[in-house]
């Protein structure tokens, strides 16, 4: 299946108009005709199914022929907030493995030791939706813009907030926690959070969790913790 995204359709719509970057992608590159199959999903759940009706590389339309709510496969609701690496491959990377297993949220937090304060929201935005489309999820991943630790911490937040950190201190398996509906955790950057910042976040209710007797990069343990998770659900 070759999944489109768009998220201007909804149950009222007949007609779907895809841009011309997207109508040269149908009609030139996957040569696609009138009355081709066409699936798209609004990244609320639905998957959209259609037919081209004008095959136009610069204005390909498809008529809408059939919608399906597709239900999420895991039956939690997970952000991960993380740090932003210095290198911001290592962060992308996180968000395109995140994306393929299963996420619902992504909060870049700026920390004490964070070497990058500058984050290009759109373009994680961009990966994403690419890893949405290649894994054939229907729920797009909500990508906020950076916020500060303290301003993070100081949230409400639903359910469970867990914190990762590498100090010496009592801290929980994360492996073997159970969880409620509601996920929340805290990945830092490379150096950890400090001290400060870990007080701070048990202060306001997080959990101090251990991801295993590794030592990790950050867009290791924020992976980690999805797939623990992942697993959970099983």
Known sequence: MQLFYNPNINNNTKEILFNKEESRHIIKVLRKKIDDTLFITDGKGHLYTSKISVPNEKKCIANVINIEKKEKEWNYRLHV?????KNMDRLEWFIEKATEIGIDEI?????SNS???VVKTERLFKIMLSALKQSLKFNAVIINEPITFSQFITKNREGDTFIAHCY????????GISFS???????GPEGDFTEKEVKMAVQNDCIPITLGKSRLRTET??????QFLNFSNQ
Not at 107 to 111: G, K
Not at 168 to 175: I, V
Not at 181 to 187: A, G, R, Y
């Open 181 to 187: 509906d509601e996920v929340t955790v805290l990945i």
């Open 168 to 175: 010496d201190t009592d801290k929980k398996n994360f492996s």
């Open 221 to 226: 343990a924020g992976l980690t913790a999805v």
């Open 107 to 111: 909060t870049p937090i700026l920390c």
């Open 115 to 117: 070497e990058r304060k």
């Open 81 to 85: 907030a993380i740090a932003p690496t």
